[in-house]
Each structure stands twice: as C-alpha cells, then as structure tokens.
C-alpha cells in the first residue's frame, strides 16, 4: 500500500478459526479508536477459538454478539455491525456495496484455501472473492506454522490476484515486555496496510538517535 491509498473510513473485519482471535480483536479496537465504521463477520470456528484463548466470549446471535464486540471495542452505536455467515445482503457480499478494504484476521487455511479456489459458501469467502474481482485491498493474515506446499501454493496464487498475505509474524526490534506488545506489532503493521495512522509502534529508525552506536 502507499500514501496515495485514501484512507478508508469503513473496513471489512472476517475472524476465522485459526488460533491468534487476539489479533482480530485488537485490530477491532484499533478500527474504532480510529473513526472507521466496521463490518464484522465471525465464523463458528472462530467463536469457539475465540472463548478458548481468551475471556470473551461471543453468544450465538448476531445482535448478541454485535452487543458484545461493540462494548469491547469501545465502539459509538452503529460503528460496529456484525453479520452471520449467510448474510448474502450485508454491504461485503456484493461488488456494488460500499467500496471497503477486507482484512482476515486471523485467516484460517481453510480460508485461504477457499478464497485461492474461488469457493463461495458463506459470507467471509465471500466477501474475499468480492474483494479480489472489485481489485479492493484483502490482508490476509495467517499464522498457522509449518506451512505445507498446498498452504504456499495458495498464498502464491492469492498473492498473485492482489491479496496481501501477511503472516503474524511480530518482530522483536521494539524489545516487547508482554504478549500484548507482540500483538500489538502485527496490528501496527495492518493498519499500515490500510493506511491508517498508528502508535502501538514506534517507526524503524524513529529511535535511532537514542542509540548512536546502533547495537
């Protein structure tokens, strides 16, 4: 992405079912705080991780579920709109819905294996072919490890059709102290991504002053 990408003020958030829910709800709040309305798509894989590897847990419903996301964002009434899996009218699912960045995170395997195929069974894959033939920004965020050659011929393919494979893979350069600053970093650097401003991490050489002999 460059600075030319305007900045969006609605961004498709998908939350799939591989292990890392902290990162898709960090970003969450991260959306909010910074002004964007966010259309919210949980897969029933995810709200099962999600109870597992965190303290939040997600009700059944739609509306329940928008309540709880909504409040644990922070977010003003309206800013935060979820969506089940077989909304076909929800503004992702079509190309003439509102022209917004699709960001999976965290993106499942089986995710990224549909989106490579263009499969469309619910609304996340979806929303992700939408994003590929509209030529709309789509961050895929992985994190599933080892990756056989299926997974990196898919990332290969998707690569190719426009998507930004971005595995969450933080960095150690900012000296994290906790598990929070390691999420942190992979949300910093999707909202790069969307060209959105950030200060969950200090820019590369940004301190570079403070440690004249670079060790």
């Given at each position: 992405m460059t600075s030319a990408q305007p900045v969006p003020t609605t961004v498709n958030l998908a939350i799939t079912g591989a292990s890392g829910a902290q990162y898709g709800l960090r970003l969450l709040q991260c959306l909010v705080a910074a002004g964007?309305?966010?259309?919210?798509?949980?897969?029933?894989?995810?709200?099962?991780?999600?109870?597992?590897?965190?303290?939040?847990?997600?009700?059944?419903?739609?509306?329940?579920?928008q309540e709880v996301l909504g409040r644990y964002a922070a977010a003003k009434p309206g800013q935060v709109r979820v969506f089940g899996r077989e909304d076909w009218f929800a503004p992702p699912a079509s190309g003439s819905g509102e022209k917004a960045p699709l960001v999976i995170c965290p993106c499942s395997t089986g995710t990224l294996s549909a989106l490579a195929t263009g499969?469309?069974?619910?609304?996340?894959?979806?929303?992700?072919?939408v994003a590929l033939k509209e030529r709309r920004p789509l961050i895929l965020v992985t994190r599933e490890m080892p990756l056989s050659e299926v997974h990196l011929d898919n990332m290969l393919r998707l690569t190719r059709?426009?998507?930004v494979v971005m595995p969450a893979s933080p960095g150690f350069y900012h000296r994290p102290v906790?598990?929070?600053?390691?999420?942190?970093?992979?949300?910093?650097?999707i909202l790069d991504h969307l060209n959105l401003p950030q200060t969950l991490v200090p820019r590369w050489g940004r301190n570079r002053d403070d440690d004249p002999a670079g060790t």
């Open positions: 964007c309305s966010v259309n919210v798509m949980v897969s029933r894989a995810a709200q099962v991780v999600i109870a597992t590897e965190t303290e939040l847990s997600l009700p059944g419903s739609v509306s329940g579920m499969a469309s069974n619910n609304l996340i894959e979806r929303a992700g072919d059709m426009g998507a906790s598990v929070a600053d390691l999420v942190d970093f992979v949300v910093a650097r």
